[in-house]
């Protein structure tokens, strides 16, 4: 993989070379300068690398695991090219002649096709054979080959009781909630009953939980989000093997984390589009507003107060809020950031719809020891999965499938239900396939939680 600096100057060359194909035409002088140098720029990259593929993650471009933030502003017209285009993936051989390069720019910049099919079928008409264009797909890891039969362990029972259990907490926990904090101080006696009845839940089926955390329609999102964070600090604690009072401690600090947030104006919290310099200001200040209310709580645990602190901090502190001296952050901001991040991501606001899990994992991975802890990440995704329990996700054969566990220690290849066959024909009789045992089936992406397909894999899961 080429380093940053020359990527992002790959980048910035793709970029403007589009620019002035778009502005002059490709024969103008201008144009044929900046394509020569950027052609020129792949020659020196493809000696050490065969492929060089960019991905587009929400407004960002990637390219393995950089995202480059800083670009985004400078790219801005590129990427808005390729979403119109709904190109999410392009890679480019080293056998790229300088011909195909131009008459791909040229396609990228005039073309008015809207599709990653028909801009690939014009690749190939113009004889292009370097590069492709695609949607994302995240990495795989080929699996060990052999099929083998799971029983489906998700009882028409076990469902009725998750859903019921979980829309108990929500809706329990609001009420207590109101209950609890009165002139900014609140009873910790209730929001530790709260935590540990969840985690009295989540026994040995947090699978489950899980799921129903991926097919929430909620409007407090901030009062799910606090209760998902507390979930995911639980489990992300029992798979660390830490014992029962500490992991009902860690699902406090995460349940705690945003308390802060009552104190912000709703209008600001719920504001659709981007907010004002003043405005980003004093969403940041929920982290000290939320440390200051939990020092006048009687008896409260340190460790929650210094987690509503410290949870956007980052590693070397160069998040907010800003400190004049680095803070080594505490285990449990670590653990909380995680989820705190995670559930941001994957959660359906007002303006913006779900993220795909696979860009949630690429998001998320271009954090490590950023804001992020390299190694409780890993872990992280060691539990979760790439693809979550609860995901409907398209496969390599065409079929649609239903993730309905994880194989530890194989993020990328779990436990599925086919409810569509290759031809996108629901099935009389589902079956279950565990991806880590067959060579050639792969998720290829997840499927979207508001369309058809999701729609009657939901309605059946518990018939
Ligand atoms: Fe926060
Ligand atoms: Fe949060």
Same mark, same amino acid.
């Given at each position: ?64 695991? !950089?995202? #480059?933030? %800083? /670009?985004?502003?400078?790219? @801005?017209?590129?990427?808005? +090219?390729?979403? &119109? $285009?709904? *190109? ?13 390069? !131009?008459? #791909?720019? %040229? /396609?990228?910049?005039?073309? @008015?096709?809207?599709?990653? +099919?028909?801009? &690939? $079928?014009? *690749? ?340």
């Amino acid at each position: 993989m080429p380093n940053k600096e020359n990527l992002e100057k790959l980048l910035k060359s793709l970029a403007s070379t589009f620019q002035s194909v778009r502005i002059y035409t490709l024969n103008h002088p201008k144009a044929k300068t900046a394509m020569q140098d950027l052609y020129d720029m792949f020659k020196e990259l493809f000696q050490d690398n065969p492929i060089i593929a960019f991905g587009l993650v929400g407004d960002e471009l990637f390219c393995g695991k !950089e995202i #480059f933030f %800083d /670009l985004t502003v400078i790219v @801005k017209d590129f990427i808005k +090219e390729l979403k &119109n $285009k709904k *190109i999410e993936n392009i890679s480019f051989k080293s056998s790229l002649s300088y011909e195909e390069l !131009e008459t #791909f720019i %040229d /396609l990228l910049a005039f073309s @008015k096709q809207n599709s990653v +099919e028909e801009i &690939n $079928k014009s *690749i190939k008409s113009k004889n292009i054979h370097n590069v492709t264009v695609d949607v994302l797909h995240a990495p795989g890891i080929k699996p060990e080959s052999g099929e083998t039969e799971h029983k489906y362990n998700l009882s028409k029972d076990d469902v009725k009781h998750f859903k019921n259990f979980y829309s108990g907490i929500i809706d329990n926990a609001g009420s207590l909630l109101d209950k609890s904090i009165i002139d900014g101080v609140g009873d910790m006696n209730i929001f530790s009953n709260i935590v540990t009845s969840i985690f009295e839940g989540l026994g040995h089926k947090e699978n489950f939980l899980l799921m129903l955390m991926n097919l929430k329609k909620h409007d407090d999102y901030t009062l799910v989000h606090c209760i998902n964070v507390s979930i995911l600090c639980m489990l992300q604690a029992r798979s660390l093997g830490l014992n029962e009072q500490d992991i009902v401690d860690l699902g406090l600090a995460g349940f705690l984390h945003d308390i802060g947030k009552i104190l912000i104006s709703r209008t600001i919290l719920r504001k659709p589009n981007s907010l004002s310099k003043e405005e980003f200001e004093a969403v940041k200040s929920h982290t000290v507003l939320g440390a200051k209310m939990l020092m006048r709580f009687p008896h409260v645990n340190k460790m929650v107060v210094l987690t509503a602190f410290e949870h956007h901090l980052g590693i070397g502190s160069q998040g907010y809020p800003k400190l004049s001296y680095p803070q080594r952050q505490c285990f449990s901001t670590k653990i909380v950031a995680i989820s705190d991040f995670y559930d941001a991501l994957r959660s359906r606001r007002h303006y913006r719809r779900l993220m795909a899990p696979e860009i949630v994992y690429e998001i998320m991975r271009s954090e490590k020891d950023k804001l992020l802890d390299s190694q409780l990440l890993d872990n992280f995704f060691k539990i979760m999965g790439v693809w979550p329990v609860g995901t409907v996700v398209s496969l390599s054969s065409g079929e649609i499938a239903f993730v309905e566990a994880q194989n530890l220690g194989d993020m990328f290849n779990p436990k599925v239900r086919v409810f569509f066959s290759s031809n996108k024909e629901k099935l009389e009789a589902t079956y279950s396939i565990d991806l880590s045992q067959i060579e050639d089936l792969q998720i290829i992406s997840s499927i979207p939680s508001d369309s058809p397909e999701c729609e009657y894999i939901f309605a059946h899961l518990d018939k």
